[in-house]
């Protein structure tokens, strides 16, 4: 189960939000390729990017930012969410290096936008499915859909999508713990791997996902907690490691 650290980028600075909320948010560094260099120092094996401003806004936003940490870390595999409506924004991403796309929005509004990406870039998509009580967000999590998670991520693991990433948005920066139960159940439900993101606090969290890991959790994204100093990546990654 990789460990996958996440950084949150709002206005070119590396934030966490809480609950998705963007006028909820603490600015942790103005150098976010440094901090890339801080994880990958402390073992982080991928990368998790959001370009925050651009989930709100439909384009991206944090771009330069995003080069800038592929070009520091060119064999680090990075994926990147918020904001990807465009083929030709995916075009961009993967020729400056990024790994995987992380679609959201347009997956629920548009999912054959997400077809058409598994056709033209193969193993290079995942789609984020962020829910609340079951049901699925969009647009930066202001919205509310009436898709069910487990029947969007269904609908998705024939089209060649590589995971899901899925976020609890009621667990998300508010370090309450993660929704295991929740992701096992969405593990189980699909044939792709899944990447749970949202509410983990300490290495407890790493200790639960990873009995369940074998449902199908392929990794689980870090954030709050490793900016706070509840969990320690290196301590975490030697457990996984012999685990």
């Known amino acids: 189960m990789n460990l ?16 998705g909320r963007m ?10 390729v440094s901090m890339a260099g801080k994880w990958v120092d402390h073992g982080a094996k991928r990368l998790h990017l959001v370009d925050l401003d651009g989930a709100f806004q439909g384009e991206p936003v944090n771009a330069d930012v995003i080069e800038n940490i592929t070009a520091a870390y060119p064999y680090l595999p990075i994926q990147i969410g918020g904001g990807i ?12 290096g990024v790994e995987y796309v992380i679609i959201g929005t347009q997956a629920v509004k548009k999912p054959e936008f997400v077809t058409e990406l598994c056709v033209e870039f ?21 919205e509310e859909s009436d898709h069910s998670a487990e029947h969007l991520a269904q609908k998705f693991e024939d089209q060649g999508v590589s995971a899901i990433v899925y976020t609890d948005i009621s667990r998300d920066g508010m370090m309450q713990g993660v929704n295991v139960e929740a992701t096992r159940l969405m593990a189980e439900s699909i044939s792709i791997p899944v990447i749970a993101s949202g509410g983990v606090t300490n290495i407890d969290d790493i200790k639960h996902l990873n009995k369940v890991k074998d449902s199908g959790i392929e990794g689980v994204i870090i954030g709050r907690a490793l900016y706070e100093g509840t969990i320690d990546l290196g301590d975490a990654q030697t457990y996984i490691d012999s685990h």
């Open 4 to 19: 996958i650290p996440a950084i949150d980028l709002k206005h070119g600075q590396c934030v966490r939000l809480r609950q």
């Open 23 to 32: 006028e909820e948010s603490t600015v942790f560094s103005d150098d976010p």
């Open 85 to 96: 409506r465009t083929i030709e924004t995916v075009e961009a991403y993967l020729a400056a």
């Open 122 to 142: 193969p193993g290079h998509v995942i789609v984020g499915i962020d829910a609340k009580n079951g049901m699925v967000a969009v647009q930066g999590w202001a």
